[in-house]
């Protein structure tokens, strides 16, 4: 058998966090949820119709001008002030996170990231031979005053700088943390001071269930210092494969000339953009928006009643959940022992960049039906009483 010489980062096979198991009821993946599919049939025949020299060809680098003005007046709302060249459109938000890496992390350079955080762009980042600088988090999000210790020690040492930091402000991903606006001053203070950029990635803002809204990182940023990435993939459609970046020309002309696809799809641009410039786009984030509320509080209520054990602090949006088990009880076991009940859960192992803690369980309400995640809780009480006993 021929013997294959791979690149380092191919070495291992592992499982996607797409594939799940035949019948298995899927509390860890952030799915959208299937009755609230939007129908695009219609944006669909018009673009193919209307638009076919358009939507047929390959796409420029850089996007449709139209989805990028239209992006502009999207992030308006949030107080993002931008222009379109300000605007490059992607393969979804992890697409952007690739690009970025590619711009400004060389092997060896450290990310900063939370710990706990997106597990998928860690990925990506350890694909570009990334080391990373753990920050914890708190109730209100990322410990700046902890970051801010640790740039001073690398400075005073002369040690190499971080270029990137990566985080979830809204709704975090696992945790489902807000960070506090008074930390997100200091850390883009700090992004200013020390030349560092800010990966803002921003999915779920729009899918908020309570509590006042809080500026984007982006909207504090007077000095170029923040890249924010966004995505219909949490608000109109995974499979649409569609997001953005909002930054300096500078930086979102080298982004571009880094993708090797020769633009992002035409077709679902146009699509895009017909639904943005009409209602139908806000309405169906308010339809998600409600729907997921419901899902969440079932989760909640169900881990109340079937994990007393576990400290889940409820998100006030979002689509992830993030619960702390005793210590001593490993996050591992039960995921591994849920799967022999017909649930999928993970556990908060991949989520942290270094050391793991071992007792966290990674959720997501978002794809089962409320009767599907109810069910699913109660077998995953079974599975943690199984663990415990056990052990």
């Given at each position: 058998?021929?013997?294959?010489?791979?690149?380092?980062?191919?070495?291992?096979?592992?499982?996607?966090?797409f594939?799940?198991?035949?019948?298995?009821?899927?509390?860890?993946s952030?799915?959208?949820?299937?009755?609230?599919?939007?129908?695009?049939?219609?944006?669909?025949?018009?673009?193919?119709?209307?638009?076919?020299?358009?939507?047929?060809?390959?796409?420029?680098l850089?996007?449709?001008?139209?989805?990028?003005?239209?992006?502009?007046?999207?992030v308006?709302?949030d107080?993002?002030?931008?222009r379109?060249?300000?605007?490059?459109?992607?393969?979804?938000?992890?697409?952007?996170?690739?690009?970025?890496?590619?711009?400004?992390?060389?092997?060896?350079?450290?990310?900063?990231?939370?710990?706990?955080?997106?597990?998928?762009?860690?990925?990506?980042?350890r694909?570009?031979?990334?080391?990373?600088?753990?920050?914890?988090?708190?109730e209100?999000?990322?410990?700046?005053?902890?970051?801010?210790?640790?740039?001073?020690?690398?400075t005073?040492?002369n040690?190499?700088?971080?270029?990137?930091?990566?985080?979830?402000?809204?709704?975090?991903?696992?945790?489902?943390?807000?960070?506090?606006?008074?930390?997100?001053?200091?850390?883009v203070?700090?992004?200013?001071?020390?030349?560092f950029?800010?990966?803002?990635?921003?999915?779920y803002?729009?899918?908020r269930?309570?509590?006042?809204?809080?500026?984007?990182?982006?909207?504090?940023?007077?000095?170029?210092?923040?890249?924010?990435?966004?995505?219909?993939s949490?608000?109109?459609?995974?499979?649409?494969?569609?997001?953005?970046?909002?930054?300096?020309?500078?930086?979102?002309?080298?982004?571009?000339?880094?993708?090797?696809?020769?633009g992002?799809?035409?077709?679902?641009?146009?699509?895009?953009?017909?639904?943005m410039?009409s209602?139908?786009?806000?309405?169906?984030?308010?339809?998600?928006?409600?729907?997921?509320?419901?899902?969440?509080?079932?989760?909640?209520?169900?881990?109340?009643?079937?994990?007393?054990?576990?400290?889940?602090?409820p998100?006030?949006?979002?689509?992830?959940?993030?619960?702390?088990?005793?210590?001593?009880?490993s996050?591992?076991?039960?995921?591994?022992?849920a799967?022999?009940?017909?649930?999928?859960?993970?556990?908060?192992?991949?989520?942290?960049?270094?050391?793991?803690?071992?007792?966290?369980?990674?959720?997501?309400?978002?794809y089962?039906?409320?009767?599907?995640?109810?069910?699913?809780?109660?077998r995953l009480?079974?599975?943690?009483?199984?663990?415990?006993?056990g052990a």
């Open positions: 058998m021929t013997s294959y010489r791979y690149a380092r980062r191919a070495e291992i096979l592992g499982k996607s966090v594939d799940h198991e035949p019948g298995a009821i899927i509390l860890n952030g799915l959208a949820y299937p009755p609230l599919l939007p129908d695009v049939s219609m944006e669909a025949a018009n673009a193919a119709r209307d638009r076919t020299a358009e939507v047929m060809q390959y796409s420029g850089m996007g449709l001008p139209d989805l990028r003005e239209a992006v502009t007046g999207f308006a709302n107080g993002v002030r931008c379109p060249e300000n605007v490059l459109i992607t393969n979804g938000a992890k697409h952007g996170v690739d690009l970025a890496c590619r711009v400004f992390v060389e092997p060896g350079d450290r990310v900063i990231v939370t710990a706990p955080t997106y597990m998928t762009s860690m990925n990506h980042m694909s570009h031979g990334a080391q990373f600088l753990p920050i914890p988090q708190d209100d999000g990322m410990m700046t005053e902890v970051l801010e210790a640790k740039l001073q020690r690398l005073a040492n040690e190499r700088m971080p270029k990137l930091l990566f985080d979830v402000p809204d709704f975090h991903n696992p945790t489902g943390i807000t960070m506090s606006l008074r930390r997100r001053r200091h850390l203070a700090l992004a200013s001071r020390y030349g950029i800010i990966l803002e990635d921003d999915p803002r729009r899918v269930f309570e509590g006042e809204a809080i500026p984007p990182l982006k909207a504090l940023d007077e000095k170029g210092v923040v890249l924010a990435l966004g995505t219909v949490k608000i109109l459609s995974p499979g649409l494969r569609l997001g953005w970046v909002i930054g300096e020309p500078e930086i979102i002309d080298r982004m571009g000339l880094q993708k090797s696809e020769g992002s799809c035409p077709f679902t641009q146009r699509i895009v953009v017909d639904l410039r209602n139908r786009m806000a309405e169906h984030i308010d339809l998600v928006a409600k729907r997921m509320a419901l899902h969440r509080d079932v989760m909640v209520e169900a881990l109340a009643r079937e994990l007393p054990d576990a400290k889940v602090r998100p006030q949006g979002g689509y992830f959940l993030w619960a702390e088990l005793p210590e001593g009880v996050g591992e076991a039960v995921a591994d022992q799967l022999k009940h017909g649930v999928e859960v993970s556990s908060g192992r991949l989520s942290f960049p270094e050391d793991d803690p071992g007792n966290f369980l990674r959720f997501a309400y978002s089962p039906e409320p009767e599907e995640i109810a069910e699913g809780i109660r009480g079974i599975a943690y009483r199984e663990v415990v006993a």
